[in-house]
């Protein structure tokens, strides 16, 4: 069964810093990985996917993650955030023989001046 | 309007009631799925459909059932509400073979059992 770790389930940065919001999955085929960022009193929307390829994907508002297969995970990660990224982000897997999408937890970024 | 449309938005109700909450999309995608989040505990899957003939439970289904009316509209009910059903329940979208398996999902419904 595949699953998911988020195991910040706070991060608080002040603006301008860089941020790494962290992802581990368990699975032992091969994976689909997203990123979906939810903003207060919104749904999810896609941030990011890893399908095949480059292991390093870039994301919309200049968020990026890196697929590490031996390490199995899918950090998201921005060089400076704003206000305007406090949200919660969730690491999404997908594996094919589950044919459905497996979220973590969650990691609430609160973006402090 | 949106592509995903979750009705009602918010709902406040009591223990032993009947509860459906609605989903229609524009996206014409064939798969549909509901989730419910809960603080600390991520989105969790309630069930889902693949077409209109499909339905499928997911890793919570206990307490609740779906409808597929139609390609463009997935149904939950709750057929007697308790209060640990309380939680904010995402319906959501994808395409069987463009960008496989990317969610569009609805702005949220917030059902409260008392």
């Known amino acids: 069964a595949q699953s998911v770790t988020q195991l910040d389930s706070q991060v608080p940065v002040f603006e301008e810093a860089p941020v790494e919001l962290r992802c581990n999955y368990s699975s032992s085929v091969s994976v689909y990985l997203f990123w979906y960022v939810q903003y207060p009193n919104q749904g999810l929307q896609l941030l990011l996917k890893?399908?095949?390829?480059?292991?390093l994907v870039k994301g919309i508002n200049g968020f990026e993650a890196e697929f590490n297969k031996s390490q199995t995970s899918f950090h998201l990660r921005k060089p400076s955030v704003h206000i305007s990224d406090t949200a919660e982000y969730f690491c999404?897997?997908?594996?094919?023989?589950?044919?459905?999408?497996?979220f973590g937890t969650g990691t609430q970024l609160k973006v402090e001046l | 309007d949106a592509d995903v449309t979750q009705t009602p938005r918010n709902r406040i109700t009591k223990t032993g009631k009947r509860i459906m909450l609605e989903c229609s999309q524009t996206?014409?995608?064939?798969?549909m799925y509901w989730y419910r989040q809960d603080p600390g505990l991520g989105l969790r899957l309630i069930y889902y459909?693949?077409?209109?003939?499909?339905?499928n439970k997911g890793e919570i289904s206990d307490g609740y059932s779906v409808s597929r009316q139609a390609q463009a509209k997935f149904s939950l009910s709750l057929e007697s509400a308790i209060p640990n059903q309380t939680a904010l329940y995402f319906c959501?979208?994808?395409?069987?073979?463009?960008?496989?398996?990317?969610?569009?999902f609805g702005a949220g419904s917030r059902l409260t059992v008392l």
């Open positions: 999404a897997v997908f594996t094919g023989g589950g044919n459905k999408l497996t």
């Open positions: 890893y399908l095949s390829g480059s292991t």
């Open positions: 959501a979208t994808s395409h069987p073979t463009r960008s496989p398996n990317v969610l569009t």
């Open positions: 996206k014409g995608h064939d798969r």
């Open positions: 459909s693949f077409d209109v003939k499909d339905i």
